[in-house]
Structures are given as structure tokens and as C-alpha cells.
């Protein structure tokens, strides 16, 4: 039964208790009791990890009727064993990761089958039917930590190779954040506080017989071999980076700056600054290179194409984010106003949690290498907050890579479209399409034709907007400043589009409002 269900079922049975006591009725006492008590077990069950893809779909790896009895026999065993264990015991209801972190306070049972149910339920998200190479984060980090991948690869090997008996080889990452390729025996997880020396398992591959032996008999090495061609590394890459996340405070104050707050941008000075750095020291220019290309991969995978997929001879890159083409986002990884704006913004939530400042000024190559590492940690954990279309950061950062970017754009026209219908009228114009008048108007980007005469706007992104005591607060609006317009218009593509009269007060970098200028 899905978790909801099941809340809605209790929720069912705590009303049919009230009723009967409301209506006087006797209480049928035994069976509601048994009813709820079944629920509650039912709550803490742990659940069934579907399988990602057929049982066909790893032929180059597994065969059918492995994966058919791997999955459904041994895989299920375990956790109808573990679900039968635990509910024997008092105030279990906890998560499967949980159980097998704190495995020392379990049964030698409970501790088979959670690591059982746990190490599969890693395991089938894993694999792939889709052929994926090792890319990314986690490619960088094995050869910093291997020398090679072909290294890492031999030591995986090697190691799973020499487990003897039943269980698991793993590349976990420690607590001191290096990479490790590790056995454990049995159901062992590296997760458990019962392995010495263990970690956060990243990649794992099944050693027991029952995994291999129908297809490869005795030939456990060619089975090992063959796990290569099915390993899901976009999956490893996100528990790699999960990993990673997990440990940073991802608290309210990113919120504050990276997404709600304002773009410190970068001035020229600056700008000049980082050029003579890029310059001076490539490595920098390439470690911040590689770490935008895959965020970019990552966060905008739907517009991702690799080499030639887009078009013939169209280099890799995002495609179609903001109109048809080749985006503008591409030029960022090698675009000094956008490393200068990102080392500002990253810097404005370091200052705030109290963590050094990132700088290269004044510093010698390693030690700009170093701090290009920190700033590449920084964004990739905060990837999603940085490079999102409403955060201030990303918008600064676009509009740098090209003044007249399609993205603002976009908004931009999405907005006017909304205001024809806010003002009830066909006349509301974007300046600049007629071209050539925006730099005579300055900071006007619509206007609407009354009565009155033209009426001037500016159209801002945002977040979200407060109204409290009379005043509404407008947070997520890039470059916050005043402007000489009519009427000060937000919009989004999610929350559409609100028209103020433009008699705003600017509080802590976010426009202000009374609640009567408020037009829609
Ligand atoms: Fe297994």
C-alpha cells in the first residue's frame, strides 16, 4: 500500500472512531484496534525498489532469468525478512539508511537482510541498459585519487576479483573525502558502524554466486569484467555530488544570497583582474572550465547534446534553452565577467556563514589552484541554486555573456503578452522593437498607450512576493535600483506577471510596495 493511501486509511479509521464515540455506539474495540495496529506496521515497512529497466535489458552483463530470480527471489527475501524482523521490535520505524547506519544496535538477522535489501536497492539503480562512460566529477576526482581511470579500474578489479566468498566490492568515498575501493562479506554495507574503515558507497557490484552463476559458472572474473558495460555513471555521479552536499549547511542563508538576494555583479577592475589571471595561469581557466561544463550537463540536461548529436558538427554544449540554436550559456566557461560574478556571489554566502572569502589576487599558481578547487566545491554544491532562471546570480551572469541576450528577452516578451491583458489593450510595445530606441529611453523596457499618453515600465524577475501589514516585499529581482518608469512590472514565467505603480521604497536590496499600488 503507498504511504498516502495508508495515511488516508488511518485518517479514515481515526474519524470512524470518533463517529462511534459521538454516536454512542459501542466501540468495536478489537477490530479497530487491529486495523490501526496493522497500519502503523504497514507505515514502517520498508518498501520495494521497482527495477529500473527489464529483466532482459543487461544482456551484455546478466542474463533474463538471473535478474528475474536475483529481483524477485533473493532481493525480496530480504526485505520481507527485514520487514518481519523489525516489526518484532519496538519504535523501528525508521528508514533502511538508517537502520544500516546504526546496524551495531541490530540483530545479526536484521543486519543480513537490511544490508541484503539496502546493497540491491543500490545495486539495480547502478546499471543501465544505456551504454554511459565515466564523465564528470566523479572521472576528475578518480584520477586525482588513482592516478588513471584504467588504475581505478585494474584496483576494482583486482580487488573484487581476490573476495573470496560471498560479497560486495565498492568504491566508497571516506570521511576524509578521498576515494577507496573496498569488499565487505556477507550483507555487509561500507555504511554500516560495524566496518572498520568504511564509507559512502558510490559503486558497488554484487559477489554472491546467485548474482552470476547461472550465466558464468565458475568464470566469476569474466562477470567482473562485464560490469563495466553497465554501469549507470550518471547515477554514480549524483551520489558522488549527493555525497558532497550532504556535508555543506545548505541552509537558508544560500537561499538569501544566491537565489533571493542580489547579484554583487563585478566591475570592471575586476573583470581585468581575473583576465590576467586566466592568462597568466591556464590551469585555473581549465579547472573552472571543466566544472561549468558539467554543471551545465547536469542542471540543463535536457537541452545537453553531446558532439554531433544537435547537428552535424555542432560542438557539445546546451541547445534550445532560450530560443532555437546554440545558447548563450555555453560562453560562460570561458567568460571572465561571468567567474568574476559567480566569485562575488559565492563570496557574498561565504561572508555570511563564515567561511573565508574565496581570492586569487596576490597568490602564487597552487595556491590560485587551490582556490579555484574551493570555488569549483562551492559551485557545484550550490549548482542548483546558482543556475537556476530566477535566481539574481544566474540572471547577472546571463545578461554579462551578452547585453541583448535572448533570455531577458524571452521574459520580457512572455511579460507583454501578459500586460496586453492586465491593461486590457493591444498597445503595449517592448521597446526595441522598433527598434533602436532603447538607449534614447534608458531603463524602459515596455510601454502601454493610454488615454493619457504612453506609460513607461520596466520588467523585473522574481522570486516570490510578501505582503504583510499593507506592504508587499518583492524578492528575487536581480539588479535592485530605482527607476524614473510608470510602473514597476514583475514577472516569471511560473507566477506570470504583477504590475505596481512605481512608488516603491528599496529595503535591503528588494522593492517595497504599499498594497494599494499593487494594479492586478
Ligand atoms: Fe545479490
Same mark, same amino acid.
Given at each position: 500500500?503507498?504511504?498516502?493511501k495508508?495515511?488516508?486509511r ?21 477490530t479497530?484496534?487491529k486495523s490501526?495496529?496493522? @497500519? ?5 515497512k ?13 544482456e551484455? =552483463?546478466?542474463?533474463?532469468?538471473t ?8 532481493y ?8 518481519k524482523?523489525?516489526?518484532k ?9 538508517q @537502520?544500516v ?18 546493497n *540491491?536497492?543500490?545495486?539495480?539503480k547502478?546499471l ?11 572521472l576528475?576526482?578518480i584520477?586525482?585519487?588513482f ?22 566490492v ?7 573525502d ?14 554500516m558502524?560495524?566496518i ?11 559477489? $554472491?554466486?546467485h548474482a552470476?552463476?547461472?550465466?558464468y ?10 560490469? $563495466?558495460k553497465?554501469?549507470?555513471?550518471p ?11 550532504d ?5 537558508k =542563508? ?15 577592475k ?7 589571471i586566466f592568462?597568466?595561469?591556464p ?10 561544463m ?9 537541452? $545537453?547534446?553531446?558532439k ?7 560542438m557539445?554544449?546546451?541547445?534550445d534553452?532560450?530560443?532555437s ?17 559567480l566569485?562575488?556571489?559565492i ?11 574565496i581570492?586569487?589576487v ?6 590560485q589552484?587551490?582556490?579555484t ?11 542548483y ?29 512572455n ?5 496586453k491583458?492586465?491593461?486590457n489593450?493591444?498597445e ?7 527598434g ?6 534608458g531603463?524602459?523596457d515596455?510601454y ?6 504612453d506609460?513607461?515600465m520596466q ?5 516570490? @512576493?510578501e505582503?504583510?501589514d499593507?506592504? @508587499? ?17 514583475? *514577472?516569471n514565467?511560473?507566477?506570470?506577471t504583477i504590475v ?19 494594479i492586478n
Amino acid at each position: 500500500m503507498s504511504f498516502r493511501k495508508l495515511k488516508e486509511r488511518a485518517k479514515e479509521l481515526e474519524e470512524q472512531i470518533k463517529n462511534e464515540v459521538v454516536d454512542n455506539k459501542p466501540i468495536e474495540e478489537s477490530t479497530t484496534e487491529k486495523s490501526r495496529k496493522e @497500519i502503523l506496521l504497514e507505515m514502517k515497512k520498508i518498501g520495494i525498489d521497482r527495477l529500473p529497466y527489464s529483466y532482459s535489458a543487461l544482456e551484455s =552483463f546478466i542474463d533474463k532469468e538471473t535478474m528475474y530470480v536475483h529481483y524477485n527471489k533473493h532481493y525480496k527475501g530480504y526485505v520481507d525478512k527485514l520487514n518481519k524482523a523489525i516489526q518484532k521490535r519496538k519504535g523501528s520505524d525508521l528508514d533502511l539508511e538508517q @537502520i544500516v547506519k546504526g546496524i551495531s544496535r541490530f540483530n545479526n538477522n536484521i543486519r543480513n537482510n537490511a544490508g541484503g535489501a539496502f546493497n *540491491h536497492a543500490l545495486f539495480w539503480k547502478m546499471l543501465t541498459p544505456k551504454s554511459t562512460r565515466v564523465y564528470g566529477p566523479i572521472l576528475r576526482k578518480i584520477k586525482e585519487d588513482f592516478g588513471s581511470y584504467d588504475n581505478f579500474k585494474k584496483e576494482f578489479e583486482k580487488k573484487a576479483k581476490s573476495k573470496f566468498g560471498s560479497g560486495w566490492v565498492w568504491l566508497v568515498i571516506t570521511n576524509s573525502d578521498k576515494l577507496k575501493i573496498m569488499t565487505t562479506s556477507n550483507q555487509d554495507n561500507p555504511l554500516m558502524n560495524t566496518i572498520k574503515f568504511g564509507g559512502y558507497p558510490i559503486l558497488g557490484l554484487d559477489l $554472491w554466486e546467485h548474482a552470476y552463476y547461472l550465466k558464468y559458472r565458475n568464470k566469476r572474473d569474466e562477470y567482473i569484467e562485464n560490469f $563495466w558495460k553497465v554501469i549507470n555513471w550518471p547515477f554514480v555521479n549524483k551520489l558522488f555530488l549527493g555525497r558532497t552536499k550532504d556535508k555543506i549547511n545548505e541552509g537558508k =542563508f544560500i537561499k538569501e544570497v544566491i537565489n533571493e538576494g542580489v547579484s554583487a555583479g563585478c566591475n570592471r577592475k575586476q573583470v581585468n583582474t581575473y583576465r590576467m589571471i586566466f592568462n597568466r595561469n591556464p590551469q585555473v581557466k581549465k579547472k573552472f572550465m571543466y566544472a561549468i561544463m558539467d554543471i551545465l550537463k547536469e542542471v540543463f540536461s535536457e537541452y $545537453w547534446f553531446e558532439k554531433d548529436e544537435y547537428k552535424k558538427g555542432e560542438m557539445s554544449g546546451v541547445y534550445d534553452f532560450e530560443q532555437s540554436g546554440r545558447s548563450i550559456i555555453n560562453k560562460l566557461n570561458t567568460n571572465y565577467t561571468a567567474f568574476c560574478t559567480l566569485v562575488n556571489d559565492i563570496n557574498q554566502y561565504l561572508k555570511k556563514v563564515g567561511i573565508n572569502p574565496i581570492n586569487l589576487v596576490g597568490l602564487d599558481n597552487k595556491q590560485q589552484l587551490d582556490e579555484t578547487d574551493r570555488l569549483v566545491r562551492y559551485m557545484t554544491e550550490l549548482r542548483y541554486r546558482i543556475f537556476n532562471t530566477e535566481s539574481s546570480t544566474f540572471q547577472t551572469v546571463m545578461s554579462g555573456l551578452d547585453r541583448s541576450n535572448k533570455f531577458g528577452d524571452k521574459r520580457e516578451l512572455n511579460a507583454v503578452i501578459n500586460l496586453k491583458k492586465i491593461f486590457n489593450t493591444k498597445e503595449v510595445f517592448k521597446v526595441g522593437e522598433l527598434g533602436g530606441v532603447d538607449d534614447m529611453l534608458g531603463g524602459v523596457d515596455a510601454y502601454v498607450v493610454t488615454p493619457e499618453g504612453d506609460k513607461t515600465m520596466q520588467i523585473k524577475p522574481f522570486n516570490k @512576493i510578501e505582503e504583510e501589514d499593507g506592504k @508587499i516585499t518583492v524578492y528575487g529581482s536581480g539588479n535592485v535600483k530605482p527607476y524614473t518608469v510608470d510602473y514597476l512590472v514583475f *514577472h516569471n514565467d511560473r507566477d506570470g506577471t504583477i504590475v505596481f505603480n512605481n512608488n516603491t521604497e528599496i529595503i535591503d536590496g528588494r522593492y517595497v510596495f504599499n498594497s494599494d499600488d499593487r494594479i492586478n
